[in-house]
């Protein structure tokens, strides 16, 4: 578990102009079925561990496998980066 800083977030909102060119992917993998009215743009600036109590008292999965985990109950993968 990882805590996350990050800056303000960009909002556009379905009037902000270019909003189909930043969200053409989501909109593409969510419509119909879901509407998309808004994006939130994130960039981590930086992340910390979470260490919780209970990683002492027994042999708690590393970070790594935990991730694995999510991604088998979840159906997801980490996004690729994109060539510029």
């Not at 800083?5 to 960009?10: G, I, N």
């Not at 981590?44 to 088998?72: D, H, K």
């Amino acid at each position: 578990m990882r805590k996350f800083y990050f800056q303000t977030p960009l909002i556009f909102g379905w009037i902000t102009p270019g909003f189909p060119d930043v969200g053409r992917r989501l909109i593409d993998w969510a419509e119909p079925k879901f509407t998309v009215r808004n994006l939130f743009i994130v960039e981590v600036l930086r992340t910390r561990p979470i260490l919780a109590p209970s990683y002492g008292f027994s042999s708690a999965p590393t970070e790594a496998q935990m991730a694995e985990e999510s991604y088998q109950i979840y159906g997801v993968r980490p996004a690729q980066p994109t060539a510029s």
